[in-house]
């Protein structure tokens, strides 16, 4: 590798504080102690910005806690709070929690000044200078951001070299580029923090971007060109608006794109994902980079064919590297390749003739809409071994009806060797009433189901609301029990299922006189 590949970059990330900033997200004093824990401990970032000062008692409290563990954790120095340009109060609260690093928040462009301070930058020096002595006489570690930077930039450029001129030797530690609006594209973060960089050779600088135009992972990247060595980052994109850069995404970018060395555990992001989402209450999309749950998913045959084959659609970004596993999804898309790569991860085997009708099965599941994971697959196959391929009785269309306080009621179409019937049926219950409908038809047929003696509903372990339902019915047939297998997404047509197949069954013994086993 070269030279530019052996840089590290630091990673700040700011969850605790700008994170919070997203609707509706507002941690608790022990969620973020968590938080701030696995951060540092698990994930391994450099640094963590963990709120804002002044702002409440319960935040004063967790920012105390957090601080006291660092300590004796040995990462006090990397924890850092933001502060205003309010000469003592910021800094004193900031103290009074153990703080050690303070992150003051001046502004970066002409705009926010005037308008927004009603000062002039001169006047704003001021302001700045003695809250930076007065932090520094408290032994507090000064980083500035330059608040609104990306458009101070580009429309009051002296205004920012002013600033910096006014600064540069004022004990800074490290002097922090927001493109607060999330305005800026890859081509403008890299001539711009290059003009910085070029123009302030002694300064730190880091690079705070937001996704505003969904350009904050492009804008790391450029950014880090330009020589920037500090980026913050969110967990899940958290932030106001449409939040910050992705801690993932920018892991993986600098590492995979830029060959940059990086201190996070890439082991842990899927920890912390989670562990933010269930604190947060903003959940992640299953096609988010790298922590979406369906992102080391392949759904279509042909991928799951030619990764059987050799590997053909893995990369770089694989799954080992978060602790994840690649999987198959099972649907309308599936082919053999897939159905094979579910049956390995089950440790099973089927014959060639049984691949085929399970795989027949998992497409017709999937062409009707209905979700199909790995939990489900043991069920289809027992469901599609038992069946027997017996279609004496076939259902065309079923209807059923219920409320609360009635009688729920089914209509019922039926193909048989002497064409098709239609009946209906009313009963306490779905299944009773298709009953009642089914043997209005059988009747015709000198047939009536046997007594139920057991009825079992039961979905994968672990499955969710949406997931296949298998229903295992006992019935009394000439003396002895016999069981029939349902499976359905509905619980009620998987019992219907499961009735349907001890019809088949009995009239194929009575048709073949082969008694059933």
């Known amino acids: ?169 004022s004990g800074v530690n490290h002097f922090l580029l927001p493109d607060t609006l999330g305005v800026m594209g890859p081509e403008e973060v890299f001539t711009s923090i290059s003009d910085m960089t070029n123009r302030y050779p002694h300064c730190a600088f880091d690079f705070h971007p937001h996704n505003d135009y969904g350009l904050a992972t492009a804008n790391v990247m450029a950014a ?72 080391f998913t392949q759904t279509a045959g042909i991928h799951a064919d030619g990764d059987q084959k050799g590997g053909l659609y893995e990369s770089e970004l694989g799954p080992s590297r978060f602790d994840r596993e690649r999987s198959y999804a099972l649907g309308k898309m599936s082919g053999k390749a897939s159905l094979q790569k579910n049956l390995e991860a089950l440790d099973m085997s089927l014959s060639e003739d049984a691949q085929k009708k399970v795989l027949k099965r998992i497409v017709e599941l999937g062409d009707s809409k209905q979700t199909i994971t790995p939990d489900d697959l043991p069920f289809i196959i027992a469901d599609v071994m038992e069946s027997m391929d017996y279609k004496h009785v076939k259902l065309l269309d079923c209807s059923i009806s219920s409320s609360l306080n009635k009688e729920s009621t089914v209509s019922i179409k039926v193909e048989m060797d002497d064409g098709e019937h239609e009946a209906s049926g009313s009963g306490n219950g779905g299944f009773d009433a298709f009953i009642n409908a089914i043997n209005k038809i059988m009747k015709q047929k000198d047939y009536t189901l046997p007594k139920l003696n057991d009825y079992e509903i039961r979905i994968p372990r672990g499955g969710e609301t949406n997931a296949l339902t298998e229903c295992i019915i006992t019935w009394q047939a000439n003396g002895k029990n016999l069981r029939t297998r349902g499976v359905h997404a509905n619980q009620v047509y998987a019992a219907v299922h499961a009735a349907l197949r001890v019809i088949n069954l009995q009239l194929h013994e009575r048709s073949t006189g082969i008694p059933i086993h």
């Not at 951060?39 to 935040?59: N, W, Y």
């Not at 940059?260 to 992640?284: A, P, R, Y």
Request: glycine share 6%; charged share 25%; hydrophobic share 35%.
């Open 1 to 169: 590798m070269n030279s530019e590949s052996k840089r590290h970059i630091q990673l700040l990330d700011t969850t605790l504080r700008d994170g919070e900033q997203t609707r509706d997200v507002s941690f608790t004093p022990e969620e973020k102690i968590n938080i701030a824990k696995a951060l540092l401990e698990k994930l391994g970032v450099d640094r963590i910005e963990i709120a804002s000062a002044t702002v409440s008692d319960g935040e004063k409290a967790a920012v105390t806690s957090i601080n006291h563990w660092a300590a004796e954790k040995g990462f006090a120095s990397r924890v850092e709070i933001l502060g205003f340009v309010d000469h003592k109060r910021s800094v004193d609260w900031i103290c009074e929690t153990e703080g050690r690093t303070v992150n003051l928040l001046s502004k970066g462009s002409e705009l926010h000044c005037q308008q927004q301070l009603r000062k002039s930058l001169d006047e704003h020096l001021i302001d700045v200078h003695r809250t930076i002595d007065y932090a520094k006489s408290r032994q507090l570690t000064v980083n500035l951001y330059l608040e609104d930077w990306s458009n101070g930039y580009k429309n009051s450029p002296e205004y920012v070299f002013k600033m910096m001129d006014a600064l540069k030797d």
């Open 224 to 295: 880090v060109k330009a020589g920037i060595d500090a980026i913050h980052c969110t967990i899940n994109c958290l932030g106001e608006r449409a939040g910050n850069a992705s801690l993932a995404e920018v892991a993986v970018v600098l590492k995979d794109k830029l060959g940059m060395n990086l201190s996070i555990n890439e082991q842990h992001i899927i920890d912390l994902s989670t562990m933010v989402e269930n604190f947060s209450g903003k959940w992640v999309s299953s096609n988010t980079p790298v922590v979406g749950k369906d992102v």
